[in-house]
């Protein structure tokens, strides 16, 4: 903490961005006061072996769950941390419609703890957050998906790079239904100029994993452009009842 911070929380002190309570200043955590922290629910295994929803302890020999059986994936498989429950829903519209900039940051840290014993050994990937149209992010002045995706690079010691592009500024996935996701993100998506991808790993990077459409899609261009292995990683994932 540089001695301008410090000056700047004794005038201004850091809040919980989710109850606003004020934090102590001399402890580390400057995002969450421990009651909030303890509202998200983490992931817990057993696990759709392919988007990582959690599973029914009874569902004895299955590896996927039933959203996920006949779907066919471009990336290997994806890694969840959160429920996407009530108060994940509440922080993430705070960023989607306030462009609240200081949850994306909260949040990035958050992911960034429960990542810090990821099970592979990472150190040949590379992240890639999910592309925002240039439009869209000149309005919100940020990507959120590149401001989640900064501390987790940070914790899991592998960098980040933007290598795909949003072309195209479809409507939101939120607003299209779930049959037609796939076809709304087909072809939106290409490579940056330059960036090199043949035989490389990467991990694209969300908030979000509902249908997987759109990481599906970022996927199929990474593997069509010479990729040599595609996980996913997200903030938090939607369980279906």
Request: proline share 7%.
């Amino acid at each position: 903490m540089t001695p301008l911070t410090t000056l700047l929380d004794w005038i201004y002190p850091p809040a919980c961005v989710a109850c606003s309570v004020l934090l102590p200043l001399n402890e580390p955590e400057r995002f969450f006061c421990v009651r909030c922290k303890n509202l998200f629910d983490a992931i817990s295994e057993p696990l759709c072996t392919r988007c990582g929803v959690p599973r029914l302890v009874q569902d004895e020999g299955a590896t996927s769950c039933p959203s996920c059986f006949g779907k066919n994936y471009h990336f290997e498989k994806n890694f969840a941390s959160f429920i996407y429950d009530e108060i994940m829903r509440e922080l993430l519209h705070e960023i989607k419609f306030r462009d609240n900039k200081r949850v994306a940051e909260a949040l990035g840290h958050l992911w960034a703890e429960s990542c810090l014993h990821f099970p592979e050994n990472l150190a040949s990937f590379t992240l890639i957050p999910m592309p925002m149209h240039p439009q869209k992010k000149r309005e919100r002045g940020f990507n959120q998906a590149e401001t989640l995706t900064r501390p987790l690079a940070a914790a899991l010691k592998i960098p980040v790079e933007n290598i795909l592009i949003r072309t195209i500024d479809t409507p939101p996935q939120s607003e299209v239904h779930p049959s037609q996701r796939a076809e709304n993100v087909r072809d939106v998506f290409e490579i940056r100029k330059n960036s090199q991808t043949i035989g490389k790993n990467f991990i694209l990077t969300d908030d979000i994993f509902t249908t997987g459409a759109s990481l599906n899609e970022c996927a199929r261009i990474l593997k069509n452009s010479g990729a040599a292995r595609v996980l996913c990683m997200t903030l938090a994932i939607s369980v279906k009842n």
